[in-house]
């Protein structure tokens, strides 16, 4: 059983395209996050989701735009895209997103790579 | 703002090595601190966490004591593995409105050969 599933692991596309990259949890956890990875590995937030409620959207191009239909899935959507989006996406989930010490499991990630 | 700063690799080790990857951290409040190991190709795995001062966490032969006094968590292992070949990151949580968001730390690559 894949605790944090991502669609599709691999995505070629052209600059300009618009394209989605799904992300589901079956932990029955409550908060869901979205991380790029750039090529030197540095990771860094994106936005989070919280029983489908926005609470983190770190300086994000608004061409990105996440989608929480429930708790177990968030998406992200990405218009008009730009050579500079090529990283990889990883997607996360926690049981609560307030303070303490909650870890969060991983996605296995998608490699997005605009020509 | 909070801030995480690893040490620089790529680290090279022989088998049955020492390791130590450093890692210091700027924060707010009290954060509670993390090391991720990244195999080739997958996601993020949580390998270690400590949630306050003197805390040591531990897992798979590998150590790290958060230390306040110094900011550092730094991480060890007395003796590596080829199978630990892969990328190494620290990080932590803020607490307060910080959501649980992760900050981390530029990431260590350490290549282990037989």
């Known amino acids: 059983d894949t605790a944090v599933s991502q669609t599709p692991k691999y995505l070629v596309t052209q600059m300009g395209n618009d394209k989605s990259i799904k992300c589901e949890q079956n932990?029955?956890?409550?908060?869901m996050y979205w991380y790029k990875q750039d090529s030197k590995k540095f990771l860094k937030i994106m936005f989070s989701y919280n029983n489908k409620e926005l609470i983190i959207n770190e300086t994000v191009p608004n061409r990105f735009s996440p989608k929480s239909p429930d708790k177990a899935h968030l998406n992200l959507h990405i218009n008009s895209l730009e050579l500079g989006d090529s990283a990889v996406y990883f997607c996360?989930?926690?049981?609560?997103?307030?303070?303490?010490?909650?870890?969060?499991?991983f996605g296995p990630g998608t490699r997005l790579t605009v020509t | 703002g909070d801030s995480v700063t690893q040490m620089e690799g790529p680290v090279t080790l022989s088998e049955e090595a020492f390791l130590t990857i450093n890692c210091t951290y700027t924060a707010t409040g009290y954060p509670s601190l993390f090391w991720y190991v990244q195999y080739p190709g997958e996601g993020l795995q949580l390998l270690l966490k400590a949630t306050k001062a003197d805390d040591k966490g531990s897992n798979k032969g590998f150590e790290a004591t958060y230390r306040k006094e110094t900011t550092s968590f730094h991480l060890e292992k007395g003796s590596v593995q080829v199978s630990d070949s892969a990328v190494y990151f620290c990080?932590?949580?803020?607490?307060?409105?910080?959501?649980?968001?992760?900050?981390f730390g530029q990431g260590t690559i350490l290549t282990v050969h037989p």
């Open positions: 990080a932590l949580t803020a607490g307060g409105t910080s959501y649980g968001k992760l900050t």
């Open positions: 996360a989930s926690s049981q609560g997103g307030g303070s303490g010490p909650h870890e969060q499991y």
């Open positions: 932990l029955g956890h409550d908060t």
